[in-house]
């Protein structure tokens, strides 16, 4: 293991498990964790075998690790985005930032910043449904399904993941009502990541439509997304692809199937391979900006009950 990737790692004790698969991963070392909690850092590395660590900013501008992944909820805040606009390594993040969408984008954005994963839309399984999307033909309708099992992995991030996804497909809608479920009001202040189940419902200005539901103690991780339009019916999930046409006839299957249906940890880990490889896919437009544009929309129609018009926001945020 000697020619390992070294990750560091930053996390709660919740997802420890996460975190290991993340390590089986072969060419994946876990060299440095810690968390938020200082006990808990102590047990999370230990139970990590990895060196601990105490503070997240001093650790990035250390040199014995290769790639950062940063899980921990509200942990990407301004002072580290700072501190990882300044470094040349790379870090990955499963945890949207913490802050108001108007501050992130007052700063440079031309600077070095941490990558989100895993997407699915940067997916062996998505990337090779995009080679049938090219013949598909008009996209009608989609439904995206994502749902968090006993890992770890959040609502919050689900959720940036699937809003990634259904901007790629159908780009900025009309309008959308977000509803959640759950104990609880929705936090109104936007550096409180959303919790619970989430139900989103998508309008386009070409008469498409979308939904997304997002949920959380699902037992066990999963991504699906189906969608509908005239080529027939595209079903991409994290075990592979099939499509069908309108009559039902099997068009192509198992495009980008894996032999076991991976962990949220076992993709999250190939990932950060990638990312520390540089071989992990670039968009020629990055749009991050949309994504948490939709995700703020989401956000204010949990806790409004009304309808939200994410293209208003991002209007009004570029013109700040």
Same mark, same amino acid.
């Not at 930053?10 to 938020?36: K, M, N």
């Not at 039902?248 to 391979?273: C, F, M, Y």
């Given at each position: 293991?000697? %020619?390992? /990737? +070294?990750?560091?790692?930053?996390? /709660?004790?919740?997802?420890? %498990?996460?975190?290991?698969?993340?390590?089986?991963? &072969?060419? $994946?070392?876990?060299?440095?964790?810690?968390?938020?909690?200082? &006990? *808990?850092?102590?047990? $999370?590395?230990?139970?990590?075998?990895?060196?601990?660590? #105490?503070? =997240? +900013?001093?650790?990035?501008? +250390?040199?014995?690790?290769?790639?950062?992944?940063?899980?921990?909820?509200?942990?990407?805040d301004e002072d580290i985005r700072r501190t990882i606009r300044d470094i040349t390594r790379p870090v990955a993040t499963s945890t949207p930032p913490a802050d108001a969408v108007q501050d992130i984008f007052s700063e440079d954005s031309g600077s070095r910043t941490a990558r989100f994963i895993p997407l699915m839309r940067h997916g062996r399984p998505f990337r090779g449904a995009e080679q049938i999307l090219e013949s598909f033909g008009s996209l009608q309708s989609a439904h995206v399904e994502m749902i968090a099992g006993s890992d770890g992995v959040t609502s919050a991030s689900l959720l940036f993941d699937a809003m990634d996804l259904i901007h790629g497909l159908f780009g900025m809608p009309d309008n959308l009502f977000a509803a959640r479920a759950g104990q609880g009001m929705p936090p109104r202040d936007p550096k409180v990541p959303l919790t619970g189940h989430i139900v989103v419902s998508l309008r386009y200005p070409n008469c498409s439509a979308a939904a997304v539901s997002i949920a959380e103690g699902g037992g066990k991780w999963s991504r699906r997304v189906a969608i509908l339009g005239e080529g027939g019916r595209l079903i991409v999930s994290d075990d592979g692809v099939e499509w069908l046409?309108?009559?039902?006839?099997?068009? %192509?299957?198992?495009?980008?199937?894996?032999? *076991?249906?991976?962990?949220?940890?076992?993709?999250?880990?190939?990932?950060?391979?990638?990312?520390?490889?540089? +071989?992990?896919?670039? #968009?020629?437009?990055?749009? /991050?900006?949309?994504?948490?544009? =939709?995700?703020?929309?989401?956000r204010l129609s949990c806790v409004t009950g009304q309808v939200e018009d994410p293209g208003r926001i991002a209007k009004m945020l570029q013109r700040l």
């Open positions: 293991m000697s %020619d390992a /990737t +070294r990750c560091l790692i930053w996390a /709660t004790g919740g997802q420890a %498990d996460l975190i290991r698969a993340a390590g089986d991963v &072969e060419g $994946l070392s876990i060299h440095l964790a810690g968390c938020p909690e200082t &006990e *808990d850092g102590r047990s $999370l590395a230990e139970s990590l075998g990895a060196e601990r660590i #105490d503070d =997240l +900013r001093s650790a990035l501008i +250390r040199d014995d690790w290769d790639v950062a992944w940063l899980l921990a909820p509200g942990c990407l046409s309108s009559e039902g006839e099997i068009l %192509d299957a198992g495009r980008g199937q894996t032999t *076991d249906i991976p962990s949220a940890g076992e993709v999250a880990g190939h990932h950060l391979k990638r990312i520390a490889m540089q +071989r992990e896919p670039v #968009d020629e437009v990055d749009s /991050t900006f949309e994504t948490l544009c =939709l995700c703020e929309a989401v």
